[in-house]
């Protein structure tokens, strides 16, 4: 089945400086790729997500980029602020198998 | 639109019992996952229901049992409970079964004791 690898575990940035989280994925079929924000104590929230037919998206200071050759995409974030500081998931999708959730990365913006 | 709602939001179970943790999806939504969230190990999926089916099951085992009724509403079972099952059990509904963005609800939060 599929698995997502998700790097790094732990992030920590200055405010204003950007973030980037990587994850690479397995399966070649897999066609969709959303990141999802949880902060503390609070449900996972959809923030970005990108199809295979897509090679980057933006959204304000938020991003993502997919390269399918190589299974992997990232998150980027820029300009970053206190209210960035929350847990981040990437996921991915094949068929009809459900979203496969990679293990986080808790980024942390230091003011 | 109300979002998904999970009950209850806290519970303290001891080793041995069971436990029924109920979701209601966003209204239209006709599927619902489940997904285990524990530290260290990020969301690890349980099952998927759409039209009162199980669609999708995760390695987890026969312990965990689930089902969806005809107005979408889930619940979830866990029995003879645990330690290691502690953990926050979050449902999820999208309109349609797999490849679409999903909802989470609050969670469930279970301590095995």
């Known amino acids: 089945g599929e698995n997502v690898e998700q790097h790094p575990s732990t992030l920590s940035v200055q405010e204003g400086d950007s973030a980037v989280i990587k994850c690479t994925y397995s399966?070649?079929?897999?066609?969709?790729f959303p990141w999802y924000k949880q902060e503390l104590g609070k449900r996972p929230q959809l923030i970005i997500d990108?199809?295979?037919?897509?090679g980057e998206k933006k959204d304000q200071r938020i991003a993502v980029t997919l390269n399918k050759t190589a299974k992997h995409f990232s998150l980027h974030i820029t300009e970053t602020q206190p209210e960035d500081s929350a847990v981040y998931f990437c996921?991915?999708?094949?068929?009809?198998?459900?979203?496969?959730f990679g293990k986080g990365t808790r980024l942390s913006v230091i003011a | 639109k109300a979002g998904v709602t999970q009950t209850p939001r806290y519970l303290i179970k001891t080793r041995g019992q069971q436990v029924t943790l109920s979701c209601s999806p966003i209204?239209?939504?006709?599927?619902v996952s489940w997904y285990q969230q524990t530290p260290g190990q990020g969301l690890q999926f349980l099952f998927e229901?759409?039209?009162?089916?199980?669609?999708n099951k995760g390695n987890f085992p026969g312990r965990f049992s689930g089902r969806q009724f005809s107005n979408s509403r889930s619940e979830m079972n866990v029995s003879t409970l645990e330690l290691g099952d502690s953990a926050l059990y979050l449902c999820?509904?999208?309109?349609?079964?797999?490849?679409?963005?999903?909802?989470f609800g609050e969670g469930s939060w279970l301590t095995v004791v």
């Open positions: 999820a509904s999208s309109p349609i079964l797999s490849g679409n963005t999903i909802y």
């Open positions: 399966d070649s079929a897999s066609n969709y």
């Open positions: 990108i199809r295979s037919n897509v």
């Open positions: 996921a991915s999708h094949s068929g009809n198998t459900p979203l496969v």
């Open positions: 209204s239209g939504h006709r599927s």
């Open positions: 229901y759409f039209s009162e089916t199980q669609r």
